[in-house]
Nanobody, 129 residues
Framework: QVQLVESGGGLVQAGGSLRLSCAASGYTFSSYAMGWFRQAPGKEREFVAQISWSGANTYYADSVKGRFTISRDNAKKTMYLQMNSLKPEDTAVYYC??????????????????????WGQGTQATVSS
């Protein structure tokens, strides 16, 4: 079982950047696709980005495409989310997840929290205007 811990959240002004990290424990980190999700105040948890086990494939929500970059370092068992050009609407608790697979855009539409192999506890990112 992989255990995940997010870090790197904080308060930043609009237009600024944050880099979130998701540190994994366990011996099978590289076997999993990984993803970032977020939950804004008063909203449902939504998909942000995912990355295949090798890092060769990535996919982003339209709302963050071009601004966010997901990456991973399997040697360090860590996944990252570089968030640039942040907007107030990016304010949310960001969660990392180990995924059972690299999801197609179609399958992501029906993705449920219970479909993830494991979830982190989340890290708060707040963007002020």
């Amino acid at each position: 079982q992989v255990q995940l811990v997010e870090s790197g959240g904080g308060l930043v002004q609009a237009g600024g950047s944050l880099r979130l990290s998701c540190a994994a424990s366990g011996y099978t980190f590289s076997s999993y696709a990984m993803g970032w999700f977020r939950q804004a105040p008063g909203k449902e948890r939504e998909f942000v980005a995912q990355i295949s086990w090798s890092g060769a494939n990535t996919y982003y929500a339209d709302s963050v495409k071009g601004r966010f970059t997901i990456s991973r370092d399997n040697a360090k068992k860590t996944m990252y989310l570089q968030m640039n050009s942040l907007k107030p609407e990016d304010t949310a608790v960001y969660y990392c997840a180990a995924l059972a697979k690299f999801y197609s855009d179609y399958d992501l539409r029906s993705f449920r929290s219970t479909d993830a192999v494991s979830w982190g506890q989340g890290t708060q990112a707040t963007v002020s205007s």
